[in-house]
């Protein structure tokens, strides 16, 4: 009976130290449109631990850290321009899911739509090269032996 007794008290320690980690971070807003801005602004953050996990769903405390400061950064009335200016100067561009159109970035972002127009060229050039081969005007020679074959069908 002791050995249950034991077991048991292991378990309810075990599990509130779990319920403890898994708390859910409670934020309060008096304005909905700031608790909207934070909701966005951690939802376009990605978490420098979990590599492709924003910091709003992430566990790691530099997520939370990270939700801290945006919360911060909001209370004292900063832009969201400001506050993801001052992210990415904590923690690097690598934060940003959408990076921002720099100069080192424009084949990032070029290349997509440099694609595109080079697949359309392609189909486009595709297109009349068939459309000037099936088109194309027969010479003497090839006249005259389709002439030829069409008079011995005849016959």
Known sequence: ???IRLLL????????????AAAIEMREFDDPVL??????????????LCENQAINDS???????MRE???????DGRSDIEIVDHMVQRF????????????????????PIALVVVGVLVIFLLMRAR???????????????LDALINRERS
Not at 59 to 65: M, Y
Not at 69 to 75: F, G, N, S
Not at 132 to 145: G, H, P
Request: aromatic share 8%; proline share 4%.
């Open 1 to 3: 009976m002791a050995v």
């Open 9 to 20: 008290a292991l378990l309810v320690l075990g599990s509130a130290g779990t319920a403890m």
């Open 35 to 48: 608790e909207k801005r934070y909701h966005s602004l951690i939802g376009s953050m990605r978490c420098p």
């Open 59 to 65: 566990d790691a405390p530099i997520s939370g850290d």
């Open 69 to 75: 400061r945006v919360y911060v950064l909001l209370q």
């Open 92 to 111: 690097g561009e690598y934060i940003l899911y959408n990076p921002r159109l720099e100069s080192r970035t424009y084949l990032l972002w070029g290349l």
């Open 131 to 145: 459309r000037n081969a099936s088109s194309r005007k027969l010479s003497a020679e090839e006249s005259a032996r």
